[in-house]
């Protein structure tokens, strides 16, 4: 990696002044962010770690029923400590990587890294979580760009992200064989007045809602409500790992799945 | 009664204290006073030519060294290739140069065209970015077929075209051939890929080169299978030192798995810079680099066709093969498709006319060389890929069609050069039908279907031809090299040995394997024998571990040093105990004069070898011996494997759920170790089967280039593994009577895996015959709805 400045600030306010430096960037768990470095990819002037600032640790469940977490909690921690207050988020947190990894990174650098594999994304779009950062607050919908972009300004920190609670969830990953990321994941949160269902791992587009799934759901929640509903394959990802087809065909089986799951 | 100590008792791995409490000493653990490091430039594309390399700026970074590029080389040998394959013509392989760094061309990504050395790594990759390049990129030559066609880019522009060689084996009469087949009642045949392969051993590769002006005298600390072989081919081929003046040295290795057999240009040049520097050089690949830089393994594309009478007896056999061999002859490489891979087509059959066609290919991809099995999965995998299909398309049993077809009369000449010198395959199939409770897979398999599964059931059969290998059969064929092996046993006073050994232990149990051989012979502990291995300046010499060699080949070599130990022994005790040498016995320990309660102990007669004040005249003080062995033959393990897979109909996700392999291995000497060894075997093979996939663009760019799309099998991608090796026919040719088994489940299991897999495919009324590996549940997914 180049060399570059570190700092480790105790406040959000701390952290933004230091990252107004040319050039700056945070570093949340590094679990992206290091790999990158290492590879000489990018080359940042100085990291600012958000791990030393309390405010943006830890999971707490708000009045009004929604669990706020802060920016740098771990997944480790978002699956233990949401485990009873929402079980499918806790879920899919316990599914990320490996136990290193979940021990290090953390769910803001996840979403402000918004890789179209990734997990959480679906997640906090499926949702309808509102990002929260030191400058303003980001309703999901608004956020996702699309993949590696987002809504987040330069400099700008998630210190916290609000999720509503859903009467049911579910998260279905289909791991690519390799890096163990989603292949396809669906997450499908039902609420009283509604259906999410966000697609992570398949779209060129990056995380995405399958809307023609939500309606059907909405007028009669079962398996089967899907039938003869299909993504179109055309700007779905094509690698080594699967056609397009099967990514089409994947987020059909793994939203009928996550269905069953919320029966 | 399971022994617990000596040959046949499962001891336990000694090496595996120091592995597993972090107190291993691997090549990157070595740090030599003084040394510089070196970062290699490599090529990003995958064909060029090289207009100008400018390292002026790199050379005035801070912290450089020096700076070498292909004119650093020019007066110094390239990489050697071990055997020279004759073509079908009688006309040699086409052998091109392959320097130590790129000169005139570049031919595959990751090809060094450049070398910083500098004080530190960072400063080295610094300067390297600096170095100004200008490569005219040309087009990549990466598919075979298209690559053998006339007027193809040349990946080497002197040689006539990219066929390295056009071999053949077996009957040499197409006609003959042709008339078989059309003769044939039933004639089944398969066209399939044998995908390329990345090792991925778990330490990188390392090199850290040491030079002494004062004594001129080299060191080579490196990730090797084989330090002498890389001490040969260094010395004589590439840098002409002389070899007493070079110590290769391979300490604790993190696994090979073949693809650390072979002389890389990175050794030769840690060795080389360690002089021109005047410091010691040291490269540690990173893992990224490894992928290309590594040589890869299998990468085979064939056409194989099966011929049956009405008796479904085998009558013929014809492959049409395109063997990969990336930009350049790695080491072994030549010999990998040709006299590893066509001796083995007659499989475990009596198949009477076997014809055998390779033409191995120049690319633009990364070479490719022996990778565990090394030419026997490529020819296993085939042959009973194709049995399975003819099977299923005549409607009888697979077991029942290849029970049909066994050799069954042992010594037997295969129509493809080789000796089977002894078998029992309908005995190991017994095996595996009962351990495998192939009475009860129709019960699993209705329990599969009640979940939504289909479950698969795959049957397949193997021998390989190991021990490798006799140097006067091996010289005929083409190997520049003997394939004997040695082994010095040297007794201490007080009655400890070190056995020094021409193998190397990267993760196949050695040091605990190889004591129990000795001191079973003495009848002494086992603690009292530790092996010396991994350094030419402490072994005599030795051909290192590959090809399941090292028991069969450098264990034949320990048994027999160990023979003249105990037979100059029994003279000292004869003297001790004033008897005749005749009459002296060695047992637990003790010698002792036949028919009397006279004995003297192992100790005892060390200790007056070496204190000789009570000696005989005639003999010398002193107790070591050593021996070379050449194998008179190879050896043929041969086995039986079944597998049992559910297959998800939904996505096409493949899981194993039962893995049972019969072996013959003949004698074992440590059970325990034989079984991680198939175990380790099968979860390789598995991941050639399910996961791994190591896949060039056209533009020949790795596309699997990094564990993010290179999938190796994980602990819960296997299952636990039923092994039997209970079925044992000795090898007839060597001390032990052993025959070797470490690529066996590599060998065994790829193709089980898949016939498992269409056998669940079509048992849900699926008519797929063939889907490539790796199964990705893309693959099967695509294949179920085409
Ligand atoms: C082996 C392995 C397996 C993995 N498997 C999975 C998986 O299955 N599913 C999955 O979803 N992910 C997986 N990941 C990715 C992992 O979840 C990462 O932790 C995550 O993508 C990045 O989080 P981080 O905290 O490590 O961020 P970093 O790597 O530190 O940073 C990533 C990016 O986010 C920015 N950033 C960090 N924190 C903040 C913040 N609070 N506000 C704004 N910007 C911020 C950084 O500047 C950087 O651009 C895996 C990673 C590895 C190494």
Redesign the pocket.
């Known amino acids: 990696m180049y060399s570059f400045d570190f700092e480790k600030p105790s406040t959000i306010a701390d952290a933004v002044a230091a990252l107004g430096a040319e050039d700056a960037?945070?570093?949340?768990?590094?679990?992206?962010?290091?790999?990158t470095l290492k590879q000489r990819l990018a080359a940042p002037s100085k990291l600012v770690s958000?791990s030393g600032i309390a405010e943006?640790q830890g999971v707490c469940a708000e009045d009004d029923g929604s669990v706020s977490i802060g920016?740098?909690t771990t997944?480790a921690t978002v699956a233990l400590d949401t485990a009873a207050t929402y079980p499918a988020l806790a879920a899919l947190a316990g599914?990320?990587?490996?136990p290193a990894?979940r021990n290090?990174?953390?769910i803001?650098?996840?979403v402000?890294?918004n890789?179209p594999?990734?997990?959480?994304p679906a997640g906090v779009l499926g949702s309808g979580a509102t990002i929260v950062t030191n400058a303003r607050q980001i309703a999901a919908d608004a956020f996702f760009e699309g993949m590696f972009t987002t809504a987040?300004d330069e400099g700008?920190?998630?210190?916290s992200i609000r999720f509503p609670v859903p009467q049911a969830a579910s998260y279905q990953k289909f791991l690519q064989p390799a890096?163990?990321?989603?292949l396809v994941g669906v997450y499908l949160a039902r609420f009283a007045d509604g259906v999410r269902v966000a697609v992570t791992g398949a779209s060129e587009d990056g995380v995405f809602r399958w809307s023609e799934a939500e309606e059907a759901l909405d007028k009669e929640f079962r398996p089967d409500a899907l039938m003869g509903l299909r993504i179109n394959p055309a700007n779905m990802i094509a690698d080594l790992h699967g056609s397009k087809e099967y990514r089409a065909h994947l987020v059909s089986v793994m939203t009928k799945r996550a269905i069953e799951a919320c029966m | 009664m399971p022994k617990d100590s000596g040959i046949g008792a499962s001891s336990k791995r000694r090496e595996d204290v120091r592995f597993l409490t972090g107190a291993g000493n691997y090549t990157d653990d070595i740090n030599v006073h003084g040394q510089a490091y070196v970062h290699f430039l490599r090529s990003d594309i995958a064909h060029g030519r090289i207009k100008s390399i400018d390292t002026s700026t790199a050379e005035a970074m801070p912290g450089v060294v020096k700076v070498f590029t292909g004119k650093d080389f020019e007066g110094v040998g390239g990489m050697p290739c071990g055997w020279e394959v004759t073509d079908k013509h009688g006309a040699p392989m086409q052998e091109p140069p392959h320097p130590i760094l790129a000169q005139g061309k570049v031919r595959h990504v990751g090809d060094p065209i450049a070398a910083v050395v500098a004080d530190s790594l960072e400063q080295a990759r610094d300067a390297a970015e600096a170095i100004d390049l200008d490569i005219e990129e040309l087009p990549a030559v990466i598919d075979m077929k298209a690559a053998a066609q006339d007027g193809a880019t040349l990946v080497h522009d002197d040689l006539k075209n990219n066929i390295c060689y056009d071999w053949q084996l077996g009957e040499t009469d197409d006609a003959k051939v042709d008339e078989v087949f059309a003769n044939a009642a039933h004639v089944t045949t398969l066209d399939l890929v044998n995908n390329r392969l990345v090792a991925n051993p778990m330490e990188p590769r390392v090199a850290v080169g040491e030079y002494k002006r004062g004594t001129d005298e080299y060191t080579l600390y490196t990730t090797s299978q084989n330090p002498h072989v890389i001490r040969l081919l260094m010395c004589a081929f590439v840098l002409g030192l002389p070899e007493h003046k070079v110590r290769v040295v391979a300490p604790d290795v993190g696994g090979g798995f073949g693809t650390k057999i072979f002389h890389y240009a990175e050794e030769a040049f840690c060795t080389f810079a360690a002089k021109a520097c005047g410091r010691p050089v040291k490269w540690t690949s990173s893992r990224s680099e490894a992928f290309m830089s590594d040589a890869h393994g299998r990468d085979h594309v064939s056409k194989i066709e099966l011929a049956l009478d009405a008796d479904n007896n085998f009558i013929g056999l014809r492959t049409n093969t395109f063997a990969n061999l990336g930009a350049y002859l790695s080491t072994f490489s030549s010999s990998v498709p040709t006299w590893l891979h066509g001796t083995l087509m007659a499989g475990n059959y009596k198949t009477p006319v076997i014809q055998v066609n390779v033409k191995a290919m120049f690319t633009n991809t990364v070479p490719v060389d022996a990778y565990r099995g090394a030419g026997r999965p490529e020819a296993t995998f085939q042959l009973e890929r194709v049995v399975d299909k003819a099977a299923r398309e005549l409607g009888v049993d697979p077991i029942a069609l290849r029970r049909q077809n066994f050799v069954t009369q042992f010594p037997y000449d295969t129509p493809v050069a080789l000796t089977y010198d002894t078998g029992d395959y309908n005995g190991t199939m017994d095996k595996l039908e009962a351990a495998a409770d192939l009475a009860g897979f129709a019960a699993r398999r209705t329990q599969s279907e009640a979940k939504g599964k289909l479950r698969g059931l795959g049957i397949n059969c193997y021998i390989e031809a190991c021990g490798i290998a006799p140097s006067n059969i091996v010289g005929m064929l083409g190997a520049r090299a003997g394939l004997y092996d040695a082994a010095t046993v040297r007794v201490n006073a007080t009655g400890s040995i070190s056995v020094m050994v021409g193998a190397h232990s990267h993760g196949q149990g050695h040091e605990t394997a190889f004591p129990q051989v000795v001191a079973d012979m003495i009848g002494i502990d086992e603690s009292l024998v530790e092996i010396v291995h991994g350094d030419t300046s402490k072994i005599p010499f030795g051909m290192g571990t590959y090809g399941s060699r090292s028991l069969a080949v450098c264990g034949s070599a320990m048994v027999k040093a160990t023979e003249k130990v105990i037979e100059k022994a029994k003279k000292i005790a004869a003297h001790l105990l004033e008897a005749s040498e005749a009459d002296i016995e060695l047992k637990d320990g003790q010698f002792s004069v036949a028919g009397t309660d006279k004995s003297v102990a192992w100790g005892d007669v060390t200790l007056t070898a070496y204190v000789p004040h009570n000696f005989p005249l005639e003999v010398e003080p002193g107790l070591e011996e050593t021996a070379f062995y050449d194998p008179a033959n190879f050896t043929f393990p041969a086995g039986a494997y079944a597998c049992e897979v559910e297959v998800d109909p939904d996505t096409g996700q493949v899981s194993i759920e039962k893995f049972t392999a019969a072996d013959d291995f003949g004698n074992i000497i440590n059970p325990m170790i034989v079984d991680g060894q198939v175990h380790g075997g099968i979860g390789q093979g598995i991941g050639q089967a399910l996961l791994e996939n190591c896949a060039y663009d056209a533009n020949g760019q790795l596309l699997s280039a990094s564990y993010m799309d290179y999938a190796m099998p994980r602990a819960d991608d296997v299952p636990f593994y039923g092994v039997d090796h209970s079925s044992q026919t000795p090898c007839t040719h060597n001390p032990l009577g052993v025959k070797g088994c470490g690529e066996a489940g590599a060998i065994g299991s790829p193709p089980a895996v898949v016939n498992a897999v269409l056998d669940a495919l079509n048992s849900g009324g699926k008519a797929v015959d063939h889907i490539d590996m790796p199964m990705s549940p893309s693959r099967v997914w695509s294949a179920m709805n085409s």
């Open positions: 960037q945070a570093l949340g768990g590094g679990q992206t962010l290091i790999p958000m943006m920016g740098a997944h599914q990320i990587g490996d990894v290090r990174g953390t803001g650098g996840s402000a890294n890789d594999a990734a997990c959480y987040l700008e920190i998630i210190t890096s163990r990321f989603a």
